[in-house]
Every structure is written in structure tokens, then in C-alpha cells.
């Protein structure tokens, strides 16, 4: 069975392009010539140097003694957190940025939750020397403060974004509502494997880097390309699309994907898609989606901005229904302690979202001889006031 | 079974004034009074729009009425309750518009039945693309006789524009620049050679222009290029506001008695 996209940009059932006409003529051009352009030798040498000098690939693979220990078994964690501004969302930005120039466009749009995409985003059109307008929902804003002062810093214009939960889902609808109203000179940069087709799948071939990464360093540390697991949270799902991608189609390896559970899956407060949501169709694409059973899409939560997204990508979507890849989740609180556990033994403070999937570490009965690997998606600076905040109440 | 829209454009293909509102706003149960006034004042046809959490093709008027209407109460099912009766008491073709996945919910053979049971004649569902309504949807939707109406923007090309005049039953929707609804009028060379160049492509559809029109004057010029033009988010605001529904439907229809 083949788990990526078809040339339509379905991933089994889930996938296509549900775009109103206004977004036809942008989405037609992209689709036409998307692998054309990333599959060229000028793009890709372009892709790769950047991708090394710029944002400091490759990313180490770092064996954690004491994570091993702790749960008898052999623990990689994969270090996006090291990248330039950083989180793995360098990747894609610097792929589509380099796209958008081909396609001769001088305006780049992008929408944000953590902010860690924003500020990637930011970064490349500064750079580029490209307008640069980031949609960020309100409540976004305000718990995500140091990346909004690093896009502006960047020289970008963060647009705080008042409708809806003022968050991830609103702000991509604004991101989208811009590309309709400026069809001719923009680039909307979306920043996880969502969207219309060819994005879930572009987004996924940016990011596939990191999967093709813990091969090659696998194989140099010990003397195989293919772990047991590979563990990553998933928001939209662009670091675990690039973490899995290279593996989708080995059954060995077991693909764990972390939802955020945010207070609890069945508390009315949480973002656990694949638990809570049924086949649906938002930001372009059929997927999972929470929802009413009229058809409304139903405000997520999570306390990791990056994983309060209502939806999944649809490449997730077909691994959750297919039963290829694993799906687990944790609460605000397991994210937490999962954090500030790596922190004290690691000495490596991670962002919520990846938080998310370090909790599942105890939620797996691992094999002695298993090796696992966990995608550390990004670093936890911009999370400071809310860890602080969480332990000052638990002290 | 004859449809309504294709009557109307029979008998007449000028100036024909449609009117889009959010069902359930400004309250719950304005929809049938909102319907009938509208026809009483000479409203050639009238889109009914069913609102949804995340209207992506929206400007803010029609943004804020669909989640005032959400928090009122409104749903697809409610609607169609609403409407049940509806032919007994108005003659003008009725279209329902509205984003996909909640008419996906309610399940589109289901949805398209109960449009045939109650009388209505069209659909306009802007993230439904062309391709997967004919490779999908097309069939169910004839055997219910129910028009679905396609938009064109400033960027669809000379080819697919065909393409869509082939595959169109009732009109061709013309967005009138490219943007979401409401957009501020503006009228440049740009958008007028758009017009002409729609014009001379001899289209067997009907065209009506849409986005950006709110008065006579807009409605007026809109017309010249066109068989007529649609109001959305300018009505939604002359019905926002204090005061009875029906006399602020009567109000802002008389701007274009002629």
C-alpha cells in the first residue's frame, strides 16, 4: 500500500482541493508545476546549500542516555530545535520561499500559531527581500509574545487575527480570505500539511529532510536506516509528515503520531482530531474534523498554539484510518511534565508541541532492544512564560 | 419538472436583481418574512445562504451575519423546517448558498431531495469546484432538477470559463474583482475590460455580476454588462440594526424602484 499522496492529492480518501474559484487559477499553477520546479537540479542544489548554510542542517540525531534509561530502552531524539529560528518550520519556508520566486511572486502571505512559522516565514522573506504578512489569531498574540516581536523584528506585518477562537483555524481563514483578495502577486506560504492540493504534499517534501536525516545517521550509528518508532505530535502535521515520510512505506517501522488531548480528549476542552473528529472538509482539503453534527466546525484547545488546530492533514487522516500510524495524545499537563522532565535530565528545553510527543514516552511499552526515535519539533524559548506560569502553580 | 430560474430568465433577461441574506439573521425566524417582503418589492430572485463557522470566501458583513446566525440557532435542518411551506406563499426562484462540508454533513442526496420537496431551484456552493460536482455531484443534482451555479473571477481563463458555461444550469455568477464579498466598489479599467471581455465571449449562460454592489448606481452599471447582479453583504447591513425586518427590507428596496 502506498501512503502518499496520488497525483491528485488524495491520500486514500482524504486529500483533492475543495478551494472557491477565486483560489483556482494560484492552486491550477501550483499543482501544474510545483514538482517540476522542487524537482529541478538548480532548485534542489539551491534547496540543499540553504538548507545546510543557512538554516545548519543536518540536525543532530542524539542518543539520550537518560531518557534511555528511564524507559529501558534506546531513545534518538532528532534536534529540529537546533535549526535556525528555531523549529523544523525553516524547511518549508525555505522551499516555498524559493518556489514563490520561480513563480515570480513579490508579496508572501502566511498564517501562524505557536509563531514558530511566522517567524520561518519571516525569516526567508527577509532574506528574499519580500513583503511579508502573517495572520496570527488574537489569543495567539498574547501567549506567544517573543515570536511576534521577532517577526516584526524581521520586518514583517502580524496582522492579530478577532474572529472565531483568535486562533490557528481563523487565522489560516484570514491567511486565505488575503490570497483571494490579492490572487496576482502573492504566495501564501501555509505552514503545515494542510490545505488545498498540492500543499499536504509539498509541505511533506520540504519537510521530508528529517526522515531522509535519521536514515543516513541511523545507518552511521548503528548500522541500520530503519528505527522501531518514530514519535511525533501533530498539530496539522508537518513535522511528523517530514519525520514519517521516508518510513511510510515500511511496515517495520511503527509511526506514532501525539494529538494534544488539552484538558482531557473528552472534556470539551481539547484538539485530539482523530478521537473526536469525523471526515470533513476545511482550509481546502477533506480530512478529520471536529465538528457539529450540522456540519460547524467546533473550537479546539490546546495550551500548545501549534496543536490548536480543529483538523489534521490528510495524509494523517489516511494513517489514522488505515491503521498504519499510531495515534495517542496527551493532556496540557503530561506535555508539560514531559517538558520540563527532558529539561532537567537533558539539559534540552522543548516547545509544547514537542512536548506532546516526549509524553508519550510513557505510554508505550517499549522493547529492550527497540530504537525510537522522537522528533524534537522545536525549542521551547517562545514557551517560557507558560511553563513558568504552570509551575509556580504547581510548586 | 420546470425550474424556477430558467422561467424567470424566459420572461425576462435585463435587470434581473437578486438578493443574497444569511438565513437566521437578524433573528432566528426572519427568514420567511425576509423572503416574502423581498418578493413583494420586486426582488427577481433570492439566495438564501446557510451559514457556516468558517466562511473563507466571505468579507466581515457576511462573516459576522453567519456566526450571529450560528449563535441564534440556525442549521440546515431548521432551515428546510422553515422553508417547508414556503411555495405556498412566493413564486420567486430561491437558491441556497453555502460552503460544502455542512451540506456534506447533511448528506447531499438528503440535501438535494428536501431542496426538490420544498421548491427550491438552485445552489451555490463556492468550495464545491467544478471538477468534483461533475464528476460527483452533477447527477444527483439533475435528478432533483436543482441548478448549481458556478462562479467566475477576473482570473479564470477563456477555456474554463467555457468549460463552466457548458456545465452551467441557471447562470453563470460573475464575481465582479477579485475578492471576498463586501468589497469596496471600484470600478477601473481592469474590471471593465473583464466585463467586456465576458461579454463578447457570447456565453449561452446568463450572467449575473456579483461582489462590490450595494446601490442602484452599482446595480445599474453592473447591468449593462450583464443580465443583472446580485447584493449581499450591502442588504445584511440595511437589515443589521434596530427597527422591524420587514420595514427595513421594504426600505432598502426601494432604492431601486425605477
Known sequence: MNYQSDENGYYGSFGGAFIPEMMHQNIDQLQNSYIDIIESKSFKDEFKLLLQDYAGRPSPLYYSDRLSDQ????????????????????????????????????????????????????????????????????????????????????????????????????????AIRDWINNPVDTHYIIGS?????????????????????????????????????????????????????????????????????????????????????????????????????????????SISAGLDYPGIGPMHANLYTTQRGQFLSATDTEALEAALYLSQKEGIIPALESAHALAALNKIEFKPDDIVVVNVSGRGDKDMETFLKYFQTVK | MENRITELFIKKDKQILSIYFTAGYPELNDTKTIISTLEKHGADLIEVGMPFSDPVADGIVIQKSSEAALENGMTIHLLFEQLKEIRKHVSVPLILMGYLNPVMQFGIENFCKKCSEIGIDGTIIPDLPLEVYESEYKAIFETYSLSNIFLITPQTSDERIRKIDRLSSGFIYMVSSSSTTGAKEAVDQEQIAYFERIDKMCLRSKRLIGFGISDNRTFQRACSYSNGAIIGSAFITAITGDGEVENKVSQFMKKFDS
Open chain 1, 71 to 174: 524507559y529501558k530502552t534506546h531513545i534518538y531524539l532528532k534536534r529540529e530545535d537546533l535549526n535556525h529560528t528555531g523549529s523544523h518550520k525553516i524547511n518549508n519556508t525555505i522551499g516555498q520561499i524559493l518556489l514563490a520566486k520561480r513563480l515570480g511572486k513579490t508579496r508572501i502571505i502566511a498564517e501562524t500559531g505557536a509563531g514558530q512559522h511566522g517567524v520561518a516565514t519571516a525569516t526567508v522573506c527577509a532574506r528574499a527581500g519580500l513583503e511579508c504578512i502573517v495572520y496570527m489569531g488574537a489569543v495567539d498574540v498574547a501567549r506567544q509574545s517573543p515570536n511576534v516581536e521577532k517577526m516584526k523584528m524581521l520586518g514583517a506585518e502580524v496582522r492579530a487575527v478577532q474572529s472565531g477562537s483568535k486562533t490557528l483555524k481563523d487565522a489560516t481563514n484570514e
Open chain 1, 193 to 301: 500539511a494542510v490545505g488545498p492540493h498540492p500543499y499536504p504534499d509539498m509541505v511533506a517534501r520540504f519537510q521530508s529532510v528529517i526522515s531522509e536525516e535519521i536514515r543516513e545517521q541511523l545507518k552511521a550509528k548503528v548500522g541500520r536506516e530503519t528505527p522501531d518508532y518514530v514519535i511525533a505530535c501533530v498539530g496539522g502535521g508537518s513535522n511528523a509528515a517530514g519525520s514519517f515520510y521516508h518510513f511510510l512505506n515500511e511496515p517495520s517501522v511503527k509511526l506514532v503520531a501525539v494529538e494534544a488531548a488539552g484538558k482531557g480528549v473528552n472534556t470539551g476542552e481539547s484538539a485530539a482530531t482523530t478521537q473526536l473528529g469525523k471526515p470533513g472538509i476545511l482550509h481546502g482539503s477533506r480530512s478529520l474534523l471536529m465538528q457539529t453534527s450540522d456540519g460547524q466546525v467546533v473550537e479546539p484547545y
